[in-house]
Every structure is written in structure tokens, then in C-alpha cells.
């Protein structure tokens, strides 16, 4: 199973985070292109570097006004387009998966 992450540190992460603790969606870290947030931590876990995700498996949920940016920086990283979800799809699609069972 593919571990998840959440691009974005900011408010937008937090609501993502929030959101997800709300419906008992786990995810690792945090990841943030700002530097200064590395090692710090929100809603008690850790940001990262986005060099972490190169060669890893995870589904990336991006948490930013700058998806498109984002999606080419993962790209450039060498990290496949399907692993990343649009935070709507993920959380509709976790949801799903309880309606199902």
C-alpha cells in the first residue's frame, strides 16, 4: 500500500490535514519547497524537503494554489504522474472505499 504525503505547509496543508484527521486518513509527512519549514512541524508532523519523494512510492496529495508548478517539479524528480492526487479525488476516493465495504 502506498504510503501518503502532503505537498504544502501552509494553509492550505493544514485544511488538507485537518480534513483528513477528520475522516481518519493517515498520511506521513509533509513536504514544502520552503526551506525554513524543513524539520519543523505542523499538525504534529514533520515537513521535509521534496527531494525526499524521489524514487519512493507515495501518493502525493498536493495542499497548493501551485498544483501545475508543483506537479512539474515532481515530474522533473522523476516521480509518475499517477502518484499524485488531486486532494478531491483522494479524499473521494477514501470515502468511496468505506461506502463499499
Do not use: C
Not at 502506498?2 to 490535514?17: E, M, Q, R, Y
Not at 509518475?80 to 479524499?91: A, F, G, H, M, S
Amino acid at each position: 500500500m502506498n504510503k501518503t504525503v502532503i505537498f504544502g505547509a501552509s494553509s492550505g496543508g493544514v485544511k488538507v490535514a485537518k480534513t483528513f484527521k477528520s475522516l481518519g486518513i493517515e498520511f506521513e509527512f509533509f513536504v514544502d519547497n520552503g526551506a525554513d519549514k524543513w524539520g519543523t512541524y505542523l499538525e504534529g508532523k514533520i515537513i521535509l524537503d521534496p527531494n525526499v519523494l524521489a524514487n519512493k512510492d507515495y501518493h502525493i496529495v498536493i495542499a497548493s494554489i501551485y498544483q501545475e508548478e508543483i506537479e512539474e517539479q515532481l515530474s522533473n524528480l522523476g516521480i509518475n504522474v499517477n502518484q499524485i492526487v488531486p486532494k478531491e479525488k483522494y479524499i473521494l476516493a477514501e470515502l468511496e472505499k468505506r461506502i463499499d465495504k
